[in-house]
Nanobody, 122 residues
Framework: QVQLVESGGRSVQAGGSLRLSCAAA????????VGWFRQAPGKEREFVGG????????FYADSVKGRFTISRDSAKNTVYLQMNSLKPEDTAVYYCAAAERVGPYSNWYDYWGQGTQVTVSS
């Protein structure tokens, strides 16, 4: 079992930056890729980006490409989502999830965190 805990969400003004963390407990994230998803009120859960278990490649949804960056620190068993140039439409609950195979489909993921709220005001 892998327990995932997100942190770092808060309210921020448009144009600002936040860094979310996804810390794993119970088992190392080694050999797991990690994806970030978000869900805004009344909308379906949306893939934001993911990083492979090697940490060598990350990929992003078009809506965040160039603004968001995913990285991982194996020593800390943690994955980060750096969010820059935030927009009001980035407001959502952000979730991290772990899977052996990383991709944009939520049903690929075996383990999920509880989510952290990000609110971007204009």
């Amino acid at each position: 079992q892998v327990q995932l805990v997100e942190s770092g969400g808060r309210s921020v003004q448009a144009g600002g930056s936040l860094r979310l963390s996804c810390a794993a407990a119970g088992r190392t994230l080694e050999s797991y890729g990690v994806g970030w998803f978000r869900q805004a009120p009344g909308k379906e859960r949306e893939f934001v980006g993911g990083i492979s278990w090697t940490g060598g490649s990350a990929f992003y949804a078009d809506s965040v490409k160039g603004r968001f960056t995913i990285s991982r620190d194996s020593a800390k068993n943690t994955v980060y989502l750096q969010m820059n140039s935030l927009k009001p439409e980035d407001t959502a609950v952000y979730y991290c999830a772990a899977a052996e195979r990383v991709g944009p489909y939520s049903n690929w993921y075996d383990y999920w965190g509880q989510g952290t709220q990000v609110t971007v005001s204009s």
